[in-house]
């Protein structure tokens, strides 16, 4: 369909602990791209997919800019095991009006990562 987001990339500075970071907590598949030694891609079970990217610099964010949102079962969990595994507590668990609640983390390179929790129908 046109316009749907196809892709997203998360910039790293060490592809491996990252691949290690997201694959322990979302459960995602993660696989090197063929020829590549600085990119791997990421299936999530669904779309849109994407891949890590190694760069050598990650800028830090500033202020507001592009967020993206994994769907989970767990916010405490989720934000918990992120914890865990190296990343940072940026906003706990918030509701949102009656549909649900988020968190926010950030990972082993200061990306913001969201989540989301829809409250059941």
Not at 30 to 51: N, Q, V
Not at 52 to 73: C, E, H, Q
Request: net charge negative.
């Amino acid at each position: 369909m046109a316009h749907s987001i196809c892709h997203i990339e998360i910039p790293t500075t060490n592809l491996e602990k990252a691949i290690q970071f997201y694959r322990e907590l979302f459960e995602w598949k993660i696989e090197m791209w063929r020829g590549s030694s600085d990119y791997a891609g990421f299936d999530t079970g669904e779309e849109p997919g994407g891949g890590i990217m190694k760069v050598n610099k990650v800028s830090p964010p500033t202020g507001t800019g592009l967020l993206f949102y994994v769907l989970v079962d767990s916010i405490e969990d989720t934000l918990s095991k992120a914890e865990k595994l190296g990343g940072k507590l940026v906003k706990e668990k918030t509701p949102v009006a009656d549909i649900g609640w988020f968190g926010l983390f950030s990972d082993l390179d200061g990306n913001v990562i969201g989540i989301w929790k829809p409250k059941p129908k």
